[in-house]
């Protein structure tokens, strides 16, 4: 979502902001802006340069237009309130002294407007955010202090949000608050920073304090100051990022994406390193205290969004049939507004690649208020709000994943909830002849995943035929329906092609309605009990001419390879693996198909990487 970085410090801090709103490029955005503390006739006073579109129209501008100064705020805006413009682009200020970024939506912005025009206040843009530069000018009117000012308009937000503000006439003076929207604290010496995200700070410092909801901070270039939700000052802990700065980069790939569909085998190494050995589950895997909540577990209710959504569909199959346990699960923004009957012995697990998805956040903090045994994450990111609210957290290994549309972090998830799923039937009393083949499986994976990867020629030539569509249909049974769907939503995410999903049972109930000679349709078939019944659905589609994409084990006798149907022959690698390894062709399609439409691969249009707002 939007991107905020903000710096004071001795030295000038343009090229600090820019630099840290490119590393923020990827998470999507239509905007782009910075304010900065400057000097004219001896007095201090805010520049405001913003563009709509690519940050290279900010740049360019700087470049005509140059801007210097030691404290400064910068924005990339995803819009929620008012049209991609320049108007409308952050940051936002009032009578020339305050200027604000903010990401999240404030849910009192109407009243707060109607208050702030009645008090003589002229409005410009559109958004919500502006209503909290004019409400800090209003209360500096009154009398008060710029951070008296400041924390009395935050306090009178309600919604989700991170902010900075600057004020001209405290030109070394940084305030940033966060309330559902991540924030956290850069420390340098003689330099202080914030940003949404770390990876904006890295080039400048590794050591960061991140802010907990509610928390208020003041910053110069000397001092750090935290004062929690009651306004009482407390002290954060100081945390080192591990983030390497190039695997930032694109590693000679034409897109982040196809980088990280490569990295996928070695993304699942670091995984399960030191976690599973040939004798299965290293004693690592989870401490002491996290088994004896596990023992405990008789249900468990999975919550997530999108792609990790997904992976908490193929769990389900897993540790249902493997463990066991009764599984549910549900899309977090549709959860969180129900009232669930939670059942005693339940455990509640989200998973997220950020861990900073707004509707999971909500959806974790409404079930640590409700009941459940116990909280459990599985997360990419070490120290981001779910990792830290969750009672445990079973951390992923992708790496940071720079493409809007995520692989490697559902590659991970899902060896994450394998290895979750072994634990589980272990302490339901698996039988260590299943285990050992399980664990086999897992060990496998890389190399098995590897091998799918060489299918990239074959999938291109696919990606040819499928490109000039306007829709396709998917279809997988049993634990490939979750890889269906979201072969489906990579499709649509990236390439712009509608496209959906079904159960393949499920054709005769409507959507073989659809199909016809122009409609490709796209199958997951697996070498598994399900395989006979998938074929006969794909002779429903043969005898109404549709075109067909079919993904096959090549271990399996499916008798489909005829001059109809556009095969596709892969190693899965094992039934309980298979999920994961049949996923890596289908994001290979949809990445070239949407390289032949012409899209912007990485930075889909309309979508951010981190959803942080509902």
């Avoid at 920073?193 to 700070?201: E, G, P, R, T, Y």
């Avoid at 291109?460 to 396709?472: G, L, N, W």
């Avoid at 159960?503 to 016809?516: I, Q, R």
Wanted: aromatic share 6%.
């Amino acid at each position: 979502m939007c991107g905020i970085v903000a710096a004071t410090a001795q030295r000038d801090i343009v090229a600090i902001i820019l630099t840290g709103l490119k590393t923020l490029e990827y998470r999507g955005y239509d905007s782009a802006g910075i304010a900065v503390v400057t000097e004219a006739d001896g007095q201090p006073r805010i520049v405001v340069r913003k563009c709509a579109g690519k940050l290279e129209n900010l740049e360019n501008r700087l470049a005509e237009q140059p801007l210097s100064g030691h404290c400064g705020i910068g924005h990339t805006r995803w819009a929620t309130h008012g049209e991609p413009s320049t108007r409308n682009a952050h940051p936002h200020e009032s009578a020339r002294r305050v200027a604000v970024v903010h990401n999240g939506i404030i849910e009192n912005h109407q009243a707060l407007r109607q208050q702030l025009q009645k008090a003589g206040f002229t409005f410009t843009s559109d958004t919500d955010t502006e209503n909290l530069a004019h409400l800090v000018e209003y209360h500096r009117q009154q009398g008060l202090d710029f951070v008296a000012a400041a924390r009395k308009a935050i306090d009178a937000l309600e919604g989700a949000y991170a902010v900075a503000i600057i004020d001209a006439d405290e030109p070394e003076t940084i305030v940033g608050a966060r309330m559902g929207s991540p924030l956290v604290v850069g420390l340098g010496i003689g330099e202080n920073f914030i940003a949404s995200d770390v990876q904006a700070l890295l080039p400048v410092t590794n050591r960061f304090h991140y802010l907990e909801d509610g928390d208020c901070v003041v910053l110069t270039p000397e001092q750090v100051q935290v004062f929690n939700a009651q306004g009482k000052p407390v002290k954060r802990a100081v945390k080192q990022a591990e983030f390497n700065l190039e695997a930032l980069g694109k590693g000679g790939f034409r897109h982040h994406m196809l980088k990280e569909i490569h990295e996928q085998p070695e993304a699942i190494r670091k995984t399960l390193e030191g976690r599973v050995e040939a004798t299965g589950l290293t004693p690592w895997f989870v401490d002491k205290d996290m088994e004896a909540c596990l023992r405990q577990v008789k249900k468990i209710h999975i919550v997530a969004c999108g792609t990790s959504y997904h992976a908490g569909l193929v769990a389900r199959y897993w540790l249902e049939d493997i463990a066991r346990i009764p599984t549910r699960v549900e899309i977090a923004s549709e959860y969180r507004y129900r009232n669930p009957v939670i059942e005693d012995g339940t455990l509640f697990l989200t998973i997220s690649q950020s861990g900073e998805t707004a509707d999971s956040l909500a959806a974790l903090r409404f079930a640590k208020a409700n009941g459940y045994l116990a909280t459990l994450a599985v997360c990419n990111v070490a120290n981001s709000s779910l990792d830290r609210e969750s009672d445990m957290t079973l951390m992923t290994r992708a790496g940071p994943e720079i493409g809007v549309a995520s692989t490697k972090a559902l590659t991970t998830q899902l060896t994450v909830l394998a290895m979750f799923t072994l634990k589980m039937a272990q302490l339901n009393g698996l039988s260590s002849e299943r285990q050992q083949a399980l664990v086999e499986q897992l060990l496998g994976l890389p190399d098995t995943v590897e091998a799918a990867l060489g299918l990239e020629p074959a999938i291109q030539a696919m990606a040819e035929k499928i490109a000039p569509r306007d829709h396709a249909l998917f279809l997988g049974r049993g634990r490939h329906y979750p890889i269906a769907m979201e072969g489906a939503l990579k499709l649509k995410e990236i390439s712009y092609i509608h496209a959906e999903a079904y159960p393949a049972g499920e054709l005769k109930h409507g959507p073989l309605a659809l199909v016809d000679e122009d409609m490709p349709v796209i199958a997951v078939c697996p070498n598994d009990e399900l395989l006979e019944k998938l074929k006969s659905n794909i002779e429903e589609v043969r005898a109404r001419g549709g075109e067909l994409y079919v993904f096959v084990d090549h271990t399996s006798d499916h008798g489909l390879d005829d001059d109809r149907n556009h095969l596709l022959a892969l190693q899965a690698g094992g039934e309980f693996t298979s999920p994961v390894v049949f996923n890596v062709p289908l994001q290979l399609l949809a990445y070239h198909v949407a390289v032949l439409r012409g899209t912007d691969v990485d930075q889909p249009r309309n979508l951010a990487k981190s959803v942080t707002v509902e």
